[in-house]
């Protein structure tokens, strides 16, 4: 794992990465962002589908920022409206985490942050329908931990430098440890990674958290 790290941060140097230049991903003190941001992020876009709805949310909604004001928007069926998103999936995710999030009594951007810290919780929230490692890790990045979470672009990044393990658990210390020896934060580690993937698969884009 550690010789896995080396490679990854050596690769780094290499591209001349100015990591701490990166803005990294914003993190969130609105329980609605941050769940709509978890539920929304898979598979879409997030420059022009996840981030714009998230701006909005922030805008029209500030009161909808414990887990309480979103149980009362779920019981209303107003989650499609608030997400500006119909296809049931997504929906039913964050009606879901809302419903999750209400049962262990996480009513504010404060309460998860700590709860997230806790393995027993992890477990738990993980047993929730489509949310997996990926998904917790996001959400503790959108809650100021320090994390990384593993999608296609740290998995590219990887096997460009040979590394061609594809666990979960595995590659998330693999790249924690390379943000550790070149000694920036996980968080703007992966703000790099995520940005010089990105601008390979498509140069033409400007990329923006």
Not at 61 to 84: H, I, K, M, Q
Request: proline content about 2%; charged content about 25%.
């Amino acid at each position: 794992m550690l010789v896995a790290a080396r490679r990854v941060a050596d690769y780094a140097l290499e591209m001349g990465a100015d990591i701490r230049r990166e803005t990294v991903r914003a993190s969130y003190d609105h329980m609605g962002a941050i769940v709509a941001d978890c539920v929304l992020q898979a598979g879409l876009n997030y420059r022009s589908v996840v981030l714009p709805r998230v701006s909005t949310i922030l805008e029209r909604f500030p009161d909808l920022d414990r887990t309480s004001e979103l149980v009362g928007l779920v019981a209303r069926g107003e989650t499609s409206r608030f997400l500006n998103w119909h296809h049931p999936e997504k929906v039913g995710r964050f009606e879901a985490l809302v419903g999750f999030l209400s049962e262990h009594s996480v009513e504010s951007a404060a309460i998860l942050s700590n709860r997230l810290r806790d393995a027993s919780f992890v477990l738990t929230l993980r047993d929730v329908r489509g949310v997996g490692p990926k998904t917790v890790d996001y959400m503790q990045c959108l809650v100021g931990i320090d994390s990384i979470a593993v999608d296609r672009h740290v998995r590219t990044f990887a096997k460009r430098v040979g590394v061609v393990e594809e666990d979960y658990d595995f590659l998330r210390s693999v790249f924690c440890y390379a943000a550790d020896l070149l000694s920036v934060s996980r968080r703007e580690f992966d703000a790099w990674v995520w940005r010089r993937e990105a601008s390979v698969s498509n140069p033409q884009l400007v990329f923006a958290f």
